[in-house]
């Protein structure tokens, strides 16, 4: 199964509005905006044509453990996000090649997809203390994110899970 039906079919058991997929020429004008292409990561882009993301309705934005996927229309390069966010860029040789496509407990924190040719998609998180690869592909991703894995949280000592903790 293709990772964006397998979100699909978690969203709708989880009674999530199931937000229509862009167009092509929607998704040739973010590659044109971002001088990027989209064909390095083929199931990132069919998940864009065929989800837009999670619903940008109220209460349909975000799943019960507070993981948002965002639509085209937010996803944007690392370091925009981060100068929006009013987070650190990470800094990362590379990290010009990676687009934030969703966050976490309403920006915790936020998940990017590398874009560069023949690098499969790698997924960082960042926004945190120590930004990290937490899934070689899309779909490594999303499969982690279906099983609720422990990878895609902060790893045990983190600065931010120690300030949580102290409150």
Not at 74 to 90: D, G, L, M, N, Y
Not at 113 to 141: E, K, M, W, Y
Not at 142 to 153: G, K, N, P, R
Request: aromatic fraction near 12%.
């Amino acid at each position: 199964m293709k990772p964006y039906q397998k979100l699909v079919r978690r969203w709708r058991a989880d009674g999530l509005a199931i937000a229509a997929g862009v167009s092509e020429e929607g998704l040739r004008r973010f590659e044109k905006k971002y001088g990027i292409t989209l064909s390095s990561v083929p199931e990132f882009r069919e998940y864009l044509l065929s989800l837009d993301g999670m619903a940008q309705i109220g209460g349909q934005d975000c799943d019960e453990k507070g993981f948002a996927f965002w639509p085209l229309s937010r996803i944007k390069s690392v370091a925009e996000e981060c100068s929006e966010s009013k987070v650190e860029t990470p800094r990362l040789d590379d990290i010009g090649n990676y687009f934030a496509f969703a966050d976490y407990m309403q920006w915790s924190w936020a998940y990017a997809i590398c874009v560069a040719p023949n690098q499969l998609g790698g997924i960082l998180q960042f926004g945190t203390h120590s930004p990290r690869i937490v899934a070689d592909s899309f779909s490594q991703f999303v499969d982690a994110y279906l099983a609720d894995s422990e990878q895609l949280y902060l790893p045990q000592g983190s600065s931010v899970e120690a300030r949580l903790s102290k409150s």
